[in-house]
């Protein structure tokens, strides 16, 4: 014979516990923050690579306002690509940003996480595979010149 459960009933004068479920309204804000803050991160680090010499000095006095930067987005900006691009993950950072606003877009539009986690890993997976067959390239070219002896007079250049 088969067990069954209690269910535990909530004491005199206690109210039962609510299980906390994301509404849509608290969806589309979240998404809305993903966005901005995908936005952010992609002004910030243009910024960062035109303007990051200057911003290293502001970084320091990050309370003076005397301190100017020549980041886009101030110093939060400056800090925030400082974080992610000099102290952090360099330039693969800019995946956060794929990430983010997918993220944001899908809560936004009311997707599965199903097909979001889909989108993502297809582009992890390609990305990859081009970057693999790019370098693994590359470095066949380079030892074929260098056991024909043409390196001195024959140099391929590649864009990503």
Known sequence: MAKTKKE?????GQKPKKKFAFTRQHKVLLGVLFFLFAVAMLLSFISYFLH???????LDSFSSRDEKVG???????????????????GVASFILIR??????????????????????????????RLLHNRFRLCV?????????????????????
Do not use: C, I
Not at 8 to 12: F, R, T, V
Not at 52 to 58: A, C, E, L, M
Not at 100 to 128: C, E, I, Q, S
């Open 8 to 12: 535990a009933k909530p004491a005199e």
């Open 52 to 58: 990051g010499d200057f911003d290293q000095s502001g």
């Open 71 to 89: 980041n886009w987005l101030g110093k939060f900006g400056a800090s925030l690509a400082d974080v992610f691009l000099y102290k952090g993950f």
């Open 99 to 128: 990430f983010f606003f997918l993220t944001g877009a899908h809560l936004v539009l009311d997707l599965p996480l199903k097909k979001m986690k889909r989108v993502l890993f297809r582009f992890m997976v390609y990305r990859n």
């Open 140 to 160: 066949e070219l380079y030892f074929r010149m260098v056991t024909y002896g043409r390196l001195q007079r024959f140099t391929v250049y590649f864009k990503l």
